[in-house]
């Protein structure tokens, strides 16, 4: 339906834009404006504005902007229409008359919702009676009681063939209608339709303005078949495109600003999962309908948030199902949008955990959720024996096939770095070590090459690509020197590779997009050392465009090869160099000291320089080199 231009702006003036974004967003009053963390990314500095007088929002951290309507229609995913109808309903404005088709469309779908409302009102009102009885003893055996029948809606179908279907049309509706919404199913014999639903426990499922579309259902039946029941699809229902609880997730999301749950909403694998869930207080916990994770419920997901943790029984089909999902995000993932996975232990169920050990449990477990890429380096890696070298080549061929799924480049190349690094150091160290490597964010490896540094010191050079990423015009200047630069710290070195990969796929340079990459690979340690970068006004300190700046980093590969070759010829000499023949000695000494020579001026230049922001930590570090360096050259 096309609205005409007036009423739109009679419905925009008499909305108030801070009061629809500030139920979903927290936002503060500054100036005559409103500002508050963006809705649309994971950031601890607010960039979301809302300007009242003005009628519009911006986002400055994903460049979005956009007006009452398109901000229900980016966070609810409500059609253009939908955001219109509720935003009117709000304000108590009359919708225009539609054209001829457009009103009879409308009024055939607030029929049909009008009848599954009335539905719904049955099978709660049929769990309170007395035929509901092992209804009711089979929710409070699952934890559920009366408060928490009334905060889900839950229900109960009676065990009759036409008990919905003789009350409704007893107060207007049509056979045709209760089919076409899902309620009566019509017999291809051509017999009188009966009740989808009988003798099952219901539960509601709701769309994004909280109304009820459809129904899913559990049998009492030990022998019923088939134990779970979906409402078919129908002009309010599609099964592939809904999740359960999913406003209801959101809006408890909203709040969460730290931690693992902050990051997006959890999947469980069914209705009475996500119940439990919600009442032992993680109440951001949704489920898909009975099938696989499809795409457009991927979507719905990520838009609530851009790591949704999934979260399996322990059994096989719970770990057969991640894997599908695994499979089907592939080639959607992208910096910021990616998945977790949780495999709960002893092959429980998120109901189980909650009942048995308890909702602190439960989020202990989602804590420690495992990245995507773990999930696929597990899955090849357990597939069958690495015992001969055509099973290792098998292996490595898997994760290289799998790789080739992802379309995003950035995201491809970082995967593909990532898993030929654990597959050396798994090789290299033997059976086992690629375990100890998976989910440890560089934990795992080989010590000595890629474990944490000790001490600050191994953190040198950070300060001058931190301000190569901010300020992206110069960083191809500073690429040659940023690709020769060798980092004593694996998470440093992670942090400059993520900034190629982002450079190179063509997409927006900056810090939160490198820790989008940086979190697809769990490199949690190289996220921590961007998070003082990413709480810093773009700009507010930084003096990234001068020359002294580029001078540094084109000196920091030179001077880093340097402390290594006078480290080499200290320890050559510690392990005894009176082994060379005299002749030897002498020419790799006269080299040495030839290398120290011509790059003196480069040092007392660094260290003489008048001191500048953007070069000071670097000198600091030469003025202690050429002091060992002089030390050493008077030994020589």
């Known amino acids: 339906m096309r609205f ?26 500054r100036g005559k404006d409103w500002v508050g963390l963006s809705p649309f990314s994971s950031e601890k500095t607010p960039s979301f504005y809302v300007h009242d007088d003005r009628g519009f929002y911006k986002c400055f951290s994903t460049q979005k902007s956009g007006d009452a309507i398109t901000f229900l229609t980016e966070t609810e995913r409500l059609t253009f229409y939908e955001a219109v109808e509720k935003l009117a309903r709000d304000v108590g404005l009359e919708l225009p008359a539609p054209s001829p088709g457009e009103a ?26 007395p035929a509901g009885t092992q209804a009711r003893e089979y929710l409070q055996k699952r934890g559920f009681g009366p408060e928490a029948w009334t905060r889900h809606r839950l229900g109960f179908a009676p065990d009759g063939w036409r008990s919905l279907s003789e ?11 209760l089919i076409e919404a899902g309620l009566l199913v019509q017999p291809d014999d051509g017999r009188q339709p009966w009740d989808r639903f009988r003798n099952r426990v219901i539960f509601p499922i709701t769309d994004h303005s909280h109304r009820v579309i459809a129904f899913g259902a559990r049998t009492l039946d030990p022998d019923g078949k088939p134990k779970y029941l979906n409402s078919s699809d129908s002009p309010l229902f599609h099964k592939g495109r809904t999740l359960y609880r999913y406003m209801d997730a959101r809006e ?11 990051r997006g909403l959890i999947v469980t694998e069914g209705y009475v999962d996500a119940i439990a869930l919600a009442e032992a207080g993680i109440g951001t916990a949704v489920a898909p309908l009975g099938t696989a994770l499809t795409e457009e419920q991927l979507d719905l997901l990520w838009r609530a948030g851009p790591e949704p943790i999934l979260c399996f029984d322990g059994d096989a089909a719970g770990i057969r199902a991640a894997w599908r999902a695994c499979d089907r995000a592939l080639p959607l993932i992208e910096p910021g949008k990616t998945l977790f996975f949780v495999l709960l232990p002893d092959g429980m169920d998120p109901d189980d955990v909650v009942r048995v050990r308890g909702g602190q449990a439960m989020r202990d477990l989602l804590g420690q959720a495992r990245p995507l890429v773990d999930l696929l380096w597990s899955r090849e890696l357990e597939a069958e024996p ?3 070298p055509e099973r290792k080549a098998g292996f490595e061929a898997r994760l290289m096939a799998a790789v080739i799924q992802i379309k995003h480049p950035g995201v491809k190349k970082a995967y593909e770095r990532e898993l030929r690094d654990r597959l050396f150091w798994h090789f290299r160290q033997g059976k086992g070590s690629g375990a100890a490597h998976v989910g440890a964010g560089g934990q795992g490896r080989n010590p000595g090459k890629m474990g944490f540094s000790p001490g600050p010191t191994g953190l040198a050079g950070l300060g001058l690509l931190i301000r190569a990423i901010l300020v ?16 004593d710290d694996p998470d440093v070195a992670a942090i400059r590779e993520a900034a190629f990969d982002v450079y190179q796929s063509a997409e927006k340079l900056d810090l939160p997009t490198v820790a989008a990459h940086l979190r697809i690979l769990d490199r949690k340690r190289a996220v921590e050392l961007l998070e003082p970068f990413l709480r810093r006004q773009p700009g507010a300190d930084l003096d990234v465009g001068s020359r002294d700046w580029l001078d540094a980093m084109e000196r920091f590969p030179i001077a880093r090869t340097l402390v290594a070759e006078v480290q080499a010829t200290k320890r050559a000499d510690e392990e005894g160099v009176e082994i060379m023949s005299a002749a030897h000695q002498n020419r790799l000494m006269q080299k040495v000291i030839a290398r120290r020579s011509a790059s003196r001026s480069v040092v007392d230049e660094a260290v003489a320089t008048p001191a500048s922001e953007g070069v000071q930590e670097l000198r600091n570090a030469l003025g202690g080199m050429g002091a060992a360096m002089e030390s050493k050259h008077s030994e020589d």
């Not at 005409?4 to 009053?29: A, M, N, T, Y």
């Not at 409308?106 to 009848?115: F, P, V």
């Not at 191809?476 to 980092?487: I, M």
């Open 386 to 388: 690495l015992d001969t």
């Open 104 to 129: 009879q469309q409308y009024r055939r779908r607030a029929t049909l919702i009008d009848w599954v409302e009335k539905a719904c009102v049955f099978f709660e009102e049929q769990l309170r009676k």
């Open 167 to 177: 009350l409704l049309t007893k107060q207007g509706a049509t056979n045709e209608e």
């Open 252 to 262: 408890a999301l909203a709040p969460i600003k730290e931690g693992p749950l902050s």
């Open 472 to 487: 992206p015009e110069h960083f191809e200047s500073a690429r040659e020197a940023l690709a020769k630069s060798e980092y």
């Open 4 to 29: 005409p231009e007036e009423f739109l702006s009679e419905l925009k003036s008499r909305v108030r834009l801070s009061d629809v974004v500030g139920k979903k967003v927290s936002l503060k009053k």
